[in-house]
């Protein structure tokens, strides 16, 4: 048998083989030649049987399905060569054994390529973040995953395909407003209700508190897994036909809301007309007048360009927050080793301060720019006027979201 080098071998699988022949006291070279000769069985027929009790023992961690595979593998081998070499099956089975070692018994679905997807541009703070997520990884795996970009719904018209993308497995991670995640993981909801946070600093609070964590691990029910809280932002009023400065004056404007029962009914409530949209379909919607307005935080109009839609005024109501949770499919997340379990679940939390520093730092400038180009910039809005109109959603959804656990949210401090 030649030697057996670790060269082009993924450094934590190195780490672990050379702590498993530190224990056996052998180099890596013997005790693989010997895992090998042993346990795969050579005698002189050629022939395999894969003892899974020793090579358990050896490696740790591998199912007994996990040495079925490599023995179908094998076999299959055999067949279509008419006789295999024994140096041919000591390098594929030594390349499969070292391949589950590294991934563990789910190794069919690891990915080193990865698709990140969202609904907006790469100028978005959602794709910046996500630019800063691909390059930490990259890093962080020495090359070995890559996180491909797939910005401006290049994986599905609005972010409720996306998400389904995600549950089957099509999608691997999808930035997305919480929009439509109510029919994923109906908890995530108690985020939509109106007037429910003071400001950024009460926002962090809760997303990176107990809160937050819970409605994450809540879409584990979905297939979903839930890495951390990124942000939309605060959500604000623009419409085509005029100024509006309280709910009054906007009685009546057909407006475009998201596929979210909560925002739906406190528009109505506030005496507007919403119809709910996927988000591919409003810039056309808004160009074509079927829709007078719609409402989204600063950076979504802006990168969107919705003035050129005819969007010039900007009612800075920020009657809703909305959050931006970071998921993955938790098909491809529960594949992978833990160690990048842990890594995605700490860069997804890392990056996420990041990018909502990112989206709070720009704001400003970008409503000075929107004012340069032609948008009426309302500030003096009155928001305890549209507070009152939406507050009855809040008994509305009662029985669904209890006082005390928007109260929660609420009085965090
Ligand atoms: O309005 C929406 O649908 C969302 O805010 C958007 C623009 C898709 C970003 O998540």
Known sequence: MGAITLRGLEPSLAEKLKRAAKKQGKSINQMVKDTLKQHLGMSKDKK???????????????????????????????????????KRVIVLGFAVLMMLTLVGPAAAQYKATMKLASALALDHPYMIG????????????????????????????????????????????????TGPLGGFSPSINILDFPFLFRDFAHVDLVMDGPIGRKLLDDFEKADIKGLAFWENGFRHLTNAKRQVKKAEDGKGLKIRTM????????????????????????????????????????????????????????????????????LMSKKIFDAMPKEDQELFLKTGMEVAKFQRKVNRDAEENKLQDMAKAGVTVMRDVDRENFKKAMAPVYDQFSSQFPKAEIEAIMNAK
């Open 259 to 326: 596929e979210n029962k909560v925002h739906l009914a406190a528009w109505k409530s506030a005496g507007l007309n919403p119809t709910p949209m996927a988000w591919g379909e409003v810039f056309t919607a808004l160009q074509q007048n079927v829709i007078d307005g719609q409402e989204n935080p600063i950076a979504v109009f802006y990168s969107s360009k919705l003035w050129d839609a005819g969007q010039k005024n900007f009612s800075l109501t920020a009657h809703v927050y909305s959050p931006s949770p970071f």
């Open 130 to 177: 996500a630019q800063k997520f691909a390059e930490l990884i990259k890093e962080r795996t020495n090359g070995r995953i890559e996180v491909k970009l797939y910005p401006s719904l290049q994986l599905g018209k609005g972010e409720r395909e996306m998400c389904e993308g995600i549950q089957q497995g099509a999608i691997d991670l999808l930035v997305t407003s």
């Open 48 to 86: 395999f049987t894969l003892v899974h009790h020793d090579l358990d023992h050896l490696f740790g961690r591998w199912s007994e399905e996990d040495f079925k595979r490599i023995q179908r593998k094998i076999d299959s081998e055999r067949k279509s060569q008419g006789g295999i070499k024994m």
